[in-house]
């Protein structure tokens, strides 16, 4: 068993609109439950919606795309009670772009350290998914920011400067160089392990419960 002090950390890669993140969420409230101040996550994006309106045409079909998209989502969700999302996401409300909640993300972060930018992240999928609000608008982002007592002033300073664009360039380049493809990707282990998917809670229990058990000295089985 590690010292009680040891701490491991995942790197969790998300896109704000995508539905399997959404639903990935009580798996990582249930982790964060669980194994308390041991475990940290450290939130990053991941562009997936980037070009939400383009993607969606291209792969479900250039006149009933959305319509097919949320008929997707809700066949999606319906396997998961505690998932909600309304019927007007993508059908009414159609985001163009993650990029912007990913940039306010990214800001949040800076101006109120990692810890906040969880909270904010649920707090944005919550907006789209359960009340249909459109997320691609910055303003509302801001909103949504304010209303968890976040300094509105400092967020637009971090964003008017390009220091939260920075966060999200680096973001994109560690996807890349982790080979991160979608949305939700489980990070462990500085990087030697990668989950993507809908991972089960068992595997990321598991896998946790390994690291934390196996101190990092241990030789390599390599």
């Not at 985001?95 to 990913?102: D, E, G, I, V």
């Not at 949040?108 to 944005?124: C, Q, T």
């Not at 220091?163 to 973001?171: I, T, V, Y």
Request: with cysteine; hydrophobic share 40%.
């Amino acid at each position: 068993m590690t010292d009680r002090g040891e701490r491991i950390f995942i790197d969790y890669y998300t896109d704000a609109l995508c539905v399997w993140a959404w639903i990935a969420q009580p798996r990582l409230e249930e982790l964060q439950r669980q194994w308390g101040d041991r475990l940290g996550i450290r939130h990053r994006c991941v562009d997936i919606f980037g070009d939400s309106h383009t993607k969606i045409r291209r792969q479900w079909g250039e006149h009933d795309g959305f319509d097919r998209f949320s008929a997707h989502l809700a066949e999606s969700v319906s396997a998961f009670d505690e998932c909600v999302v309304d019927p007007r996401v993508w059908t009414r409300v159609r985001p163009r772009s993650s990029l912007q909640a990913h940039l306010v993300l990214k800001a949040v972060g800076l101006v109120a350290g990692d810890e906040a930018v969880g909270p904010m992240a649920l707090k944005i999928r919550r907006a789209f998914f359960v009340e249909a609000r459109d997320i691609s608008d910055r303003s509302l982002l801001l909103t949504l920011a304010a209303e968890a007592g976040l300094d509105r002033a400092a967020l637009e300073g971090a964003l008017l400067d390009g220091s939260a664009l920075a966060g999200l360039s680096d973001d994109q380049r560690s996807a890349n160089a982790l080979g991160v493809r979608g949305s939700p990707t489980w990070v462990i282990n500085d990087g030697r392990q990668v989950l993507y998917g809908n991972v089960g809670y068992r595997i990321l229990h598991a896998n946790i419960d390994e690291l934390l058990k196996h101190p990092r000295t241990e030789a390599s089985w390599c």
